[in-house]
């Protein structure tokens, strides 16, 4: 079973700059895809950024070149923990959302969301 804890949303001006940071176990989780969605009222869940066990890394269009993803995994003889950290800069109204945390794919797991709000 993965568990997954994110933080770090919040109000931002446009422009300004969130991390968002998601806290994970499991160890199942090691060798899994993880990334980021977002959501708001009126449309479906959107990816965000993907980031493979390898260190590869997918970014949408709409923040390639201003959002990056990084994870780091320690495995040690109390289990596998993992963070997944999405750095946000530039940020736009549009990236007005509920974030979610994810590792597995869409079919996988999810954690409950952070809002990060942009507004002036």
């Known amino acids: 079973q993965v568990q997954l804890v994110e933080s770090g949303g919040g109000s931002v001006q446009p422009g300004g700059s969130l991390t968002l940071s998601c806290a994970g176990s499991g160890v199942s989780a090691r060798g899994l895809l993880m990334g980021w969605y977002r959501q708001t009222p009126d449309k479906q869940r959107e990816l965000v950024a993907t980031i493979t066990v390898g260190g590869d890394k997918d970014y949408a269009d709409f923040v390639r070149g201003r959002f990056t993803i990084s994870r780091d995994v320690n495995v040690s003889v109390n289990g596998v923990k993992f963070t997944v950290v999405l750095q946000m800069d530039g940020l736009e109204a549009e990236d007005t959302a509920v974030y979610y945390c994810?590792?597995?794919?869409?079919?996988?797991?999810w954690g409950r969301g952070t809002q990060v709000t942009v507004s002036s």
């Open positions: 994810n590792v597995g794919g869409t079919a996988g797991n």
